[in-house]
């Protein structure tokens, strides 16, 4: 069974930086994709980033590009964790971050595609 826990949202003001963590227990055989969704008040969950994974071989991420150049994904494969590092966050960064995972490759950005997530972790950030 697999089960994300993910952390580290919280209140910043724009231009800030916040750094979220996702916890994975249990294990996903083969190739597999991780990432984060968000989805901001009153919308739909949208893609941020994700990465393929194969045993301990982490491939490059793929990010929206709406975050492109001020979020980065990182992983460390020991400690079963990823983290989404946020910076230079604005106001329409604010929304509920989702860890998710699924089985096979990073071949979609549609929600309903992905099996596993998080409870999520709120990011708000103010002017």
């Known amino acids: 069974q697999v089960q994300l826990v993910d952390s580290g949202g919280g209140s910043v003001q724009a231009g800030g930086s916040l750094t979220l963590s996702c916890v994975v227990s249990?294990?996903?055989?083969?190739?597999?994709?991780m990432g984060w969704f968000r989805q901001a008040p009153g919308k739909e969950r949208d893609w941020v980033a994700t990465?393929?994974?194969?045993?301990?071989?982490?491939?490059?991420?793929r990010y929206a590009d709406s975050v492109k150049g001020r979020f980065t994904m990182s992983q460390d494969n020991n400690k079963n964790t990823l983290w989404l590092q946020m910076n230079s966050l604005k106001i329409e960064d604010t929304g509920m971050y989702y860890c998710?995972?699924?089985?096979?490759?990073?071949?979609?950005?549609?929600?309903?595609?992905?099996?596993?997530w998080g409870q999520g972790t709120e990011v708000t950030v103010s002017s």
């Open positions: 249990g294990s996903m055989y083969g190739r597999h994709c």
């Open positions: 998710v995972g699924k089985i096979g490759a990073c071949d979609t950005r549609r929600s309903s595609d992905f099996t596993y």
């Open positions: 990465f393929d994974k194969d045993g301990n071989i982490n491939y490059a991420g």
